[in-house]
């Protein structure tokens, strides 16, 4: 079975800054991955995913994410955190042949004015 | 277009009482998700279902159970709560095809078990 591993549960970064959050996957072959954001009280929002093709995904709000298949990694990024920005961001990995969405523990993202 | 809804949003119960929460998803989707989301565990999978059938389940007690409508609504019920049983469940759907990837999440219902 798949499975995901986020290694920062918390990261402080001062707005304006540049932001990289952690994912390391597990899986037999290339999976579908995923990037969500939960704000406090509210469901998880898609922010991107990677199927196939460029390796180099673009999301909302600004956000970024590269997979590595050698290091069996993606890691999301964006340039420059916003105030807003500050929420859970939770890393998630599928099976090409199933419909079994897994989650990583989350990221827990502070954003300092 | 309408989002995934989940009622109740809020509820409280006491040990041994059982739960229904619903999960009405986006029109057009034909798979459902339940996840239960605790401070210490994070989001863990209950089960999925597609087409009225189970086709997914995670590690959960027997005390935790789901079905399928032929409109596709969902309800996943616990049984004799315990304490632990506290925490927030989310609904997801998506159109529901093998690896269909994004799933779309309700807001979810938060239980308390007193």
């Known amino acids: 079975a798949q499975s995901v591993t986020q290694p920062d549960i918390h990261i402080t970064v001062s707005e304006g800054a540049s932001l990289e959050l952690r994912c390391n996957y597990s899986?037999?072959?290339?999976?579908?991955l995923f990037w969500y954001v939960q704000s406090p009280g509210q469901g998880l929002q898609l922010l991107l995913k990677y199927f196939s093709g460029d390796t180099l995904v673009q999301g909302i709000k600004g956000f970024e994410a590269e997979f590595k298949r050698s290091q069996s990694s993606f890691n999301l990024r964006k340039p420059s955190v916003h105030w807003s920005d500050a929420a859970e961001y939770f890393c998630?990995?599928?099976?090409?042949?199933?419909?079994?969405?897994?989650f990583g523990a989350g990221t827990r993202l502070t954003v300092k004015p | 277009k309408a989002g995934v809804t989940q009622t109740p949003r809020y509820l409280i119960k006491t040990r041994g009482q059982q739960v229904t929460l619903s999960c009405s998803p986006i029109?057009?989707?034909?798979?459902v998700s339940w996840y239960q989301q605790t401070p210490g565990q994070g989001l863990q999978f209950l089960f999925e279902y597609f087409s009225e059938t189970q086709r997914n389940k995670g590690n959960f007690p027997g005390r935790f159970s789901g079905r399928q409508f032929s409109n596709s609504r969902s309800e996943m019920n616990v049984s004799t709560l315990e304490l632990g049983d506290s925490a927030l469940y989310l609904c997801?759907?998506?159109?529901?095809?093998?690896?269909?990837?994004?799933?779309?999440f309700g807001e979810g219902s938060r239980l308390t078990v007193l």
């Open positions: 899986y037999g072959a290339t999976p579908y």
């Open positions: 029109s057009g989707h034909r798979s």
């Open positions: 997801a759907s998506s159109f529901g095809g093998a690896g269909t990837g994004e799933l779309f």
């Open positions: 998630a990995v599928q099976g090409y042949n199933n419909n079994d969405m897994r």
